[in-house]
């Protein structure tokens, strides 16, 4: 089991990434449409994905996580093909729009159907597992993408997504156990509408302040924020709000959601960046760079069952406090030690190595504490909560990161001075993680099962 919804969450955050790589192809591919037109190939996946995360999430607890699993793994498959396949511009965005709703299915699904599946002394291992792996993919992705773009071809990084969305259905088929909350009905529907177009008002925001424009950003940063406060007080009103707010009194899941959102901001843009650093500054060619930041996401997978298991017998806190610490480390060499001239094995390399493990640590200990402490029927959503403000942070570092960057040039400066912000970010996960403290999961009783015919 953990290994089919490890599958589900590599896929849903490799396309977050893989597709940076494949950019100067795609738009070698449609000359004619302008590079302000084709960002929407990430800005419609990252909007959508992050504005439907926790909708999908409660559609999971009340419908049934398995069924709402598979719904969005097929989703995913044929949202993949179509991007894949598009004959023109428009095209690709709207494939890629279905792909994030796919992936909003399939993320909150997945943690909800692994966790009854391990009792509480290993769950915290289980949950490190499947959150790094999250990490794991995205820093996988420019590797990966820079592979396939240059043996196949653009179109191959979305090609690649098939054989893994078959075998996960095939052996989802036999591993998953159907689970949903008996009492669970579907939420209040204005709340919904309120949560997703105010998130996805904050994102479009965000994303329209990359070319250094925050003056076009004021007026959806501003409408996501009103939505969002309206969304806040109607949760408080209604009989079934989407998110209770009940949940944000909870310390170690108040903590965690910070600490996703401080933490994906730091990490998303230092992923960008180290690949823009070795093109621009290094002139690494593409596939060269996206080996060299290989390092990083091996040592988060090593890094994460360990502190996985340090979660379990010390408490979440912890793991994100060395995982911050760490990250903030190996920021701190690259503000320090990288210069000008290349130096990948005797600067690069440690700064990405020290990186690597703080991100395996903290999504480890985040993904613990986010759902440590909630009750069996709120696992899917307390999830989504998480990944949604995961995916809020990422849009913001990297739009933070690509207004920087044009303000100042992509300077060597400018790179350092990025570098020292991310670091500031892996210290404000410290914080975070200080909050959580050392709270460990809770025994559950087992998923309730669903028969034959109410899961068909």
């Keep these: 089991m953990l290994a089919v919804t ?3 969450a590599f896929l849903v955050f490799l396309d977050v990434t893989i597709v940076n790589i494949a950019f100067p192809d795609v738009r070698a591919t449609y000359p004619d449409v302008s590079l302000a037109d084709l960002s929407w190939i990430f800005t419609a996946y990252n909007v959508v994905f992050a504005a439907l995360l926790i909708p999908a999430g409660r559609l999971a607890d009340a419908r049934g996580r398995r069924r709402v699993f598979g719904i969005g793994l097929v989703l995913f498959g044929l949202a ?3 991007c894949a396949l598009a004959p023109t511009a428009g095209v690709l965005v ?15 699904a997945s943690l909800a159907l692994l966790l009854p599946a391990f009792p509480p002394e290993r769950r915290g291992a289980a949950v490190g597992l499947w959150g790094a792996t999250g990490g794991i993919a995205a820093a996988t992705g420019p590797a990966l993408g820079g592979v396939l773009v240059d043996a196949f071809g653009w179109r191959a990084v979305f090609l690649v997504n098939l054989p893994v969305v078959l075998l996960t259905l095939v052996v989802g088929r036999f591993v998953l156990v159907e689970s949903r909350d008996p009492d669970a009905r579907l939420p209040d529907l204005l709340s919904a509408l309120l949560l997703g177009a105010g998130v996805a008002a904050v994102s479009l925001g965000i994303v329209r302040g990359e070319d250094g424009g925050w003056s076009d950003a004021v007026w959806p940063l501003v409408a996501g924020v009103g939505l969002l406060v309206a969304f806040g007080l109607r949760s408080a009103r209604v009989a079934r709000p989407l998110v209770e707010p009940a949940l944000f009194r909870l310390r170690s899941f108040a903590g965690s959601v910070a600490g996703y959102l401080a933490f994906s901001a730091a990490f998303y843009a230092l992923l960008l960046a180290n690949i823009l650093f070795l093109t621009a500054v290094w002139r690494y060619d593409v596939l060269a760079a996206g080996l060299a930041v290989t390092p990083g996401p091996l040592m988060a997978a090593v890094a994460s069952p360990v ?8 408490g979440a806190g912890v793991a994100v406090v060395a995982g911050g610490l760490l990250f903030t480390a190996g920021c701190m060499v690259f503000v320090t030690g990288i210069g000008p001239d290349p130096a990948w094995l005797t600067a690069f390399l440690p700064a990405t190595l020290l990186t690597g493990t703080g991100v395996g640590a903290v999504y480890a200990g985040l993904g613990t504490a986010a759902v440590s402490e909630l009750p069996p029927a709120r696992f899917a959503t ?12 990422a849009v913001l570092g990297i739009a933070l990161l690509l207004s920087g960057l044009a303000a100042a040039g ?3 400066e400018a790179f350092r001075t990025g570098w020292l912000l991310m670091a500031a970010g892996g210290a404000a996960t410290v914080a975070c993680g200080l909050v959580v403290g050392a709270v460990r999961a809770r025994p559950v009783p087992a998923p309730v099962p ?5 899961s068909a």
């Design 94 to 108: 709207a494939a890629r729009a279905v792909q994030a709703v796919a992936a909003a299915l399939l993320a909150p």
């Design 6 to 8: 490890s599958l589900a």
């Design 382 to 393: 307390g999830s989504a909560v998480g990944t949604c403000a995961r995916q809020i942070g």
């Design 410 to 412: 992509s300077s060597f």
């Design 450 to 454: 669903v028969s034959q015919e109410e």
């Design 80 to 82: 993949s093909l179509a």
């Design 307 to 314: 502190a996985g298991r340090v979660a379990d017998r010390f």
